[in-house]
Nanobody, 116 residues
């Protein structure tokens, strides 16, 4: 059974930082593409950042230079370090796993609120 469990969300002031973590089980993590997506109020779900099994990364233009995705294949975790947060970063953040040759799997999401 595949499980993705996100953690690390919360309330932060503009300009602050948060680190999200996603723990995966039930997949061969080292060869799975992993990603963070978000869905803001009244918006569609969008890609934030993704990382391949080999460590190649890509980011949405809106978060480049502020967010960093990383993975630890020994711990089966993928993290999203978010710096210089803005109110427009407020959203539910979801972890997605794309195991090689399989369908996508999603976590339940974690709320991030950026507000003074």
């Amino acid at each position: 059974q595949v499980q993705l469990e996100e953690s690390g969300g919360g309330l932060v002031q503009p300009g602050g930082s948060l680190r999200l973590s996603c723990a995966a089980s039930g997949i061969i993590f080292s060869i799975s593409g992993m990603g963070w997506y978000r869905q803001g109020p009244g918006k569609e779900r969008e890609l934030v950042a993704r990382i391949t099994g080999g460590g190649r990364t890509s980011y949405a233009d809106s978060v480049k230079g502020r967010f960093t995705i990383s993975r630890d294949n020994a711990k089966n975790t993928v993290d999203l370090q978010m710096n210089s947060l803005k109110p427009e970063d407020t959203a539910i953040y979801y972890c997605k796993a794309t195991p090689y040759g399989q369908k996508d799997y999603w976590g339940q999401g974690t709320q991030v609120t950026v507000s003074s």
